[in-house]
Structure formats: structure tokens, C-alpha cells
């Protein structure tokens, strides 16, 4: 019964008083989600690419449309969120969605659609789930440490996609290699995290808001801000996990048993700086961090075409991924909780998590599609010229939006 205590204690010392309770409950559904999540995910693209021979192309469109399956339920379930002012409610519906999906994955044996289905359903549940969620974060934090609360809450969500592969090479090994074993035990963690929400994450208790504070024409009104078209600008030049590992794993030659440790690395940098530099953006601006992050990410596209090779081209490429990872993701909710009014909240981050999800899909099939053309070498430098061209114009349009959320703010003042 520790997480529902810890609201009452936000005036004790350490982390406890830094996020308060609803982060901590939240990060440890999230922690124990991913390694649900991370248990499949984490040799889904050398399985689908080596065990079923799928080209770069088909993995590429395969990928990408399943990222954009989840860009209605985004904006559903943001928008049915601020509606109803039962944020929970409809980000358990999410985790429920995904939970039973893993048992889907078991049913539909070694049929490509069925388990394209599967995993569509997986990730609309995560698309279900995620604004209402990060929605809960927002409302439960001060605006000056949105940044930490959201780089807590990461760094427990990466302990769970550290924890996940892992798992999932334990599950293999103890079941001499059958994948049935991985998909059972993912179902059962996945329940356990939606145990947890409904036991110790509160809900946001407030009055229902006015219908015309949540209609479609103040959602409509919330796209004409800078913040959507650069987190879309961003999303375009970002290609999947997927690639990056695979790409690395031809590279140096790794051998199959070893693929999901390279997600493991990523997750590794992921939890030990998400929180320090959450703490850094709320200390310098979320911009620069932010800035930074996808700076990194071009590096990585670099090192992927460049020269270096064996184990050090492994650990620099991990380590600047992480790091990436870390400055961006939970930064960026940071940024949009601060952009949107509270009744629309949801809606809003929602809004920006679908259409950088809408650009990434369209990114991965054009970077499956660049790969077959040209080969993966030529396809990340192609990558890496796009984000350093989008790096600019994207800090441009987050300076602009940062600038009028604050002449807003004097004036509301």
C-alpha cells in the first residue's frame, strides 16, 4: 500500500517531494507494461525479417502502419479523456487492449496477418492509453517540474524496456527457444501493471468541464500552435527502432541470439538519464535539451554510415540512442503540458503524439524503401542529412511557440 500513500507525503524530503505519488504509481504501471511490452517488441523485427523473410520494404510499411493504426486511438482517447474527465478510466482501457493482445499473438501461430492484427491491437492500445496517462502527469504536477516528473516517470518506463528483453532471453531458455512461453508470460506482467492502476493511481478528481471548453472547434484550435508541426518535422526524420538494430547488427555481424541486447543497451542509457536530464531541462530550458537529443540522433545515422565498426561502433551508436531517448521523449510531453489549457490537456498531447506518429509512419516506409534502392548505408546518411536539416527549422518553431506561451502568460497574469 506504499504508492497510495505517497500524495499525502509530497511535504517529506527527496523524490517523493519532487513528483509526488501519481507519478510514482504511474511509473510503475509503465515499468511493468514495458516489460510485458518490451518481451515481444524486443526480437519482433529479427523475427519478422529473418524467420519470416520479410524484405526491408515490407518491414518498413509493416512497421510504419502499425505506428499509424495508433493515431486515431491517440487523439480518442485524449479527447474521450478531457471529455469525461476520467483520465484513468480510459488509459486502463488502453493497458487492458494491450494486455490481451499478447494472447493473440499466441493464437495466431505463424500467420502473417493474424499477427500483424495482434500487434496492431497491441499498439492501439498503447495509443489509447499514452495522452490520458501523460494527462494524469501534467495534472498532478507543478508547471516548474514537469520536466522532472516526466524524466521519473521515463526512467522507470526504461527499467521496464531494460528488464523486458531480458526477461524475454530467460523465457527462451527456459522454454528451449518456443515463443509460446514469451507471449503467456507477457499477458500475465501486463495484467499485474493494469492491477496496479487500478489500486494505487488516483484519479484526477475535478468537476466535468463545459461542452464548449472540450468540442471539436477548441480541439481544431489547439493545431494552429508551433508545437504539432515540429514534433511532425521531428517524426519524419526519426526511423524505427527496428531499422537502427538491424542495421547495427549486419554492421558488426552479431549474432542472432544476441539482437535483444542492443535494445537492452538503449533501454540501459535510457533509465540512468532520463531523470537527470528532465532535471537539466527544467533547469536550462526544455528547448535546448530537447534540441540536443535530436542532435544525437543525427549522430547516430552518421555512425551507422561511417567508418567505425566491432564493439565500439555497438556502444556509441547505444549510448547516443539512449541518450537520445532521454532528452527527447518524456521533454517534449514536458513542453506540451505546458502548451495546452488543462480541460484539453489530453487532447492536446494526444494531438502532438499522433502526428508525430502519423509522420514516423510515413518515415519508415520511406526509409525500408531507401534501404532495398540504395543499401542501409546510403539510407542513413540520407536519414542523417534529413533530421540535420530539420534540426534547425524545428528550433525555430519551438522558440516561436515558447515566446508566445510566455507573452500569454504576462497577459493572463
Known amino acids: 500500500m506504499y504508492l497510495s500513500t505517497l500524495d499525502r507525503n509530497r511535504t517529506a524530503g527527496g523524490p517523493v517531494r519532487a513528483v509526488g505519488g501519481t507519478v510514482l504509481a504511474l511509473g510503475a504501471v509503465s515499468l511493468v507494461t514495458d516489460v510485458s511490452a518490451e518481451m515481444v517488441t524486443a526480437i519482433l523485427p529479427l523475427y519478422l525479417v529473418v524467420g519470416l523473410q520479410f524484405s526491408p520494404a515490407a518491414y518498413g510499411v509493416i512497421d510504419g502502419l502499425y505506428t499509424g493504426a495508433t493515431v486515431l486511438l491517440r487523439l480518442v482517447g485524449g479527447y474521450v479523456g478531457d471529455r469525461v474527465n476520467r483520465h484513468k478510466t480510459v488509459a486502463g482501457l ?62 522507470m518506463d526504461a527499467t521496464g524496456a531494460f528488464l523486458g528483453p531480458i526477461a524475454t532471453l530467460a523465457v527462451l531458455a527456459l522454454g528451449n527457444g518456443a515463443f509460446g512461453p514469451v507471449f503467456v508470460t507477457s499477458f500475465c506482467v501486463a495484467l499485474l501493471a493494469v492491477l496496479i492502476l487500478v489500486l494505487f493511481v488516483p484519479s484526477a478528481a475535478g468537476p466535468r468541464p463545459r461542452p464548449a471548453e472540450v468540442s471539436w472547434r477548441a480541439v481544431t484550435r489547439l493545431g494552429r500552435g508551433r508545437l504539432l508541426p515540429a514534433a511532425c518535422l521531428l517524426g519524419l526524420v526519426t526511423i524505427g527502432d527496428g531499422f537502427v538494430y538491424l542495421v547495427l547488427q549486419r554492421r558488426v555481424e552479431l549474432g542472432i541470439g544476441w539482437f535483444p541486447i542492443l535494445a537492452v543497451g538503449t533501454s540501459l542509457v535510457y533509465l540512468l538519464l532520463a531523470a537527470p536530464l528532465g532535471r537539466l531541462a527544467d533547469r536550462i530550458g526544455r528547448l535546448w535539451v530537447f534540441a540536443g537529443g535530436n542532435a544525437l540522433l543525427a549522430a547516430v545515422y552518421l555512425l551507422l554510415y561511417g567508418p567505425l565498426g566491432g564493439l565500439p561502433l555497438v556502444v556509441t551508436v547505444l549510448v547516443l540512442y539512449g541518450t537520445f531517448y532521454a532528452a527527447t521523449d518524456g521533454v517534449l510531453m514536458a513542453l506540451a503540458g505546458s502548451a495546452f489549457p488543462p480541460e484539453l490537456r489530453a487532447t492536446g498531447m494526444a494531438l502532438v503524439q499522433s502526428g508525430q506518429a502519423l ?30 536539416l530539420a534540426l534547425p527549422l524545428t528550433v525555430f518553431l519551438l522558440t516561436k511557440e515558447s515566446r508566445s506561451l510566455s507573452a500569454r502568460a504576462h497577459v493572463s497574469s
Open 359 to 388: 509522420a514516423y509512419s510515413v518515415s519508415s516506409v520511406l526509409f525500408g524503401l531507401a534501404w532495398q534502392a540504395w543499401g542501409a548505408g546510403a539510407a542513413c546518411l540520407a536519414a542523417a542529412v534529413a533530421a540535420l
Open 94 to 155: 488502453g493497458y487492458g487492449i494491450s494486455a490481451f493482445a499478447k494472447l493473440g499473438l499466441l493464437a495466431a501461430g505463424a500467420s502473417g496477418p493474424l499477427i500483424g492484427l495482434m500487434i496492431t491491437a497491441d499498439r492501439a492500445g498503447k495509443g489509447l492509453r499514452t495522452a490520458p496517462r501523460d494527462a494524469l502527469i501534467t495534472l498532478a504536477t507543478p508547471q516548474d517540474r514537469l520536466g522532472r516528473a516526466f524524466g521519473v516517470h521515463r526512467t
